[in-house]
């Protein structure tokens, strides 16, 4: 069965670059979750949009930004990275707004040097 | 805000035992999910529960959504050793559809 996909798996960036994560959703889910992972912690919800609007956001720094297009696909747009940004980000997808069962993607390890 | 309350941090079992994870919460939750997550890679859904009181059953694994909707628990029965890895509890308010985890338990199954 088809699965989320996320691009790149790995990326490496230095202080106060910009970095783009995507998201590929699983086919037919309209509704995208992005999470941020520390080491040793557990997900924390970032940002989600159901059918390309915003539908509700977490703990996401105002120097990050996303959003989900006609495709369903979603972009995470990071700038002015910090060393603290260093984290896997995990991209879930789900059928509907209302259905919370959320399947993740492999996700992508940053690390800002 | 929401928390998510899972310990202890870390299990060791003997291969062939059985293991039983809970997740309790002072927050109402409308939705359950384990996950199981090995290192590096994402979470993978192993269990969703939609209907307090329910017991749902997935090979050796089976999960119940706690009656009052604030705790679940995940049993694990003839532990093998692909069982390994961090096992997180995850609710769902409904309102919005965000998960919020817990801290996750590292199990390890000694051959």
């Known amino acids: 069965a088809a699965g989320v996909i996320q691009s790149p798996r790995h990326l490496i960036k230095e202080k106060r670059e910009t970095a783009t994560l995507k998201c590929y959703p699983i086919p037919r889910h309209d509704t995208v979750y992005w999470y941020q992972q520390g080491p040793g912690q557990d997900p924390q919800f970032l940002i989600s949009f159901y059918e390309k609007m915003q539908s509700d956001k977490g703990s996401i720094p105002d120097r990050f930004s996303a959003q989900q297009f006609s495709d369903y696909h979603s972009e995470l747009n990071m700038s002015s990275l910090e060393l603290g940004d260093s984290a896997l980000y995990f991209c879930?997808?789900?059928?509907?707004?209302?259905?919370?069962?959320?399947?993740f993607g492999p996700g992508t390890r940053l690390l800002v040097l | 805000g929401q928390q998510l309350n899972q310990s202890p941090q870390s299990m060791f079992i003997q291969e062939g035992e059985d293991v039983s994870m809970n997740c309790t919460s002072s927050?109402?939750?409308?939705?359950w999910l384990w996950y199981k997550q090995d290192p590096g890679e994402g979470p993978v859904l192993l269990i969703a529960l939609y209907k307090a009181g329910e017991l749902t059953s997935n090979g050796r694994l089976t999960a119940q959504f706690g009656i009052t909707r604030k705790d679940s628990f995940l049993n694990i029965s003839a532990s093998i050793p692909s069982d390994v890895g961090i096992y997180f509890c995850?609710?769902?308010?409904?309102?919005?559809?965000?998960?919020?985890f817990g801290k996750g338990i590292t199990l390890s199954v000694r051959p």
């Open positions: 927050s109402i939750f409308n939705t």
């Open positions: 879930a997808s789900s059928l509907s707004l209302f259905q919370e069962t959320q399947y």
């Open positions: 995850a609710g769902g308010t409904g309102a919005n559809s965000k998960l919020t």
